[in-house]
Structures are given as structure tokens and as C-alpha cells.
Nanobody, 117 residues
């Protein structure tokens, strides 16, 4: 399994970012995929999940209405569109299959999002 996240950066509150995660090493279309956020000193927290066939999504309450998850199975890529970002959205964002625990051993390098306070 290889997961390569990109698209993070510095952004002002109210701004937008689009994160991408390129996946390989497994049958991407068979798996629901998630974005996770890790704040300093904290565990990975699920932010959003999209079903394997793109017919359902889940969002953590604090990002509902602001973030949109999507996937392109042909490109084996999952995206997270982040709009109206807030300082509390800051952290390192990772993608992985939905439902993995903090002890998952396949984490990629993540992409850092910093929303300026």
C-alpha cells in the first residue's frame, strides 16, 4: 500500500485548499477511503469518508458544509476540497481506507495544512 498526499499549505481563515491522495498497491475501487487529520500531540482523527462506489459520504460534524470528499477511481485518487477553513482545521492530513485505527502501519507522509489564526 502506498498513499501519497499533497495540496496542503498555508491559508487564511475563510480560504480554500484542495488536497489530493494518490493510492497504489491495492484495488482502490474496492475500498471506502477517508481523510484523517492529526493535530500536534493527538491521534489521527477521521474527517471524512467516501464509499467505494462513490454513493455515500460521511463528514465529521465540524467540517460538514465546508469540506467535500470525492474520488476518481480511474486515477486511484481521493480528494478533499476544503472551503471556508478555520484555524482548528490545521494539522497534517492523511488518507487511508475508512475505519483504520491510529496504529495503522500504512500511513503516508501526509500533507500539512496551516490555517493562520
Amino acid at each position: 500500500v502506498q498513499l501519497v498526499e499533497s495540496g496542503g499549505g498555508l491559508v487564511q481563515p475563510g480560504g480554500s485548499l484542495r488536497l489530493s491522495c494518490a493510492a497504489s498497491g491495492f484495488t482502490f475501487s474496492d475500498y471506502a477511503m477517508s481523510w484523517y487529520r492529526q493535530a500536534p500531540g493527538k491521534e489521527h482523527e477521521g474527517v471524512s469518508c467516501i464509499s467505494h462506489n462513490d454513493d455515500s459520504t460521511w463528514y465529521e460534524d465540524s467540517v460538514k458544509g465546508r469540506f467535500t470528499i470525492s474520488r476518481d477511481s480511474a486515477k486511484q485518487t481521493v480528494y478533499l476540497q476544503m472551503n471556508n477553513v478555520k484555524p482548528e482545521d490545521s494539522g497534517i492530513y492523511y488518507c487511508a481506507q475508512c475505519g483504520v485505527g491510529d496504529d495503522y502501519d500504512g500511513w503516508g507522509q501526509g500533507t500539512r495544512v496551516t490555517v493562520l489564526a
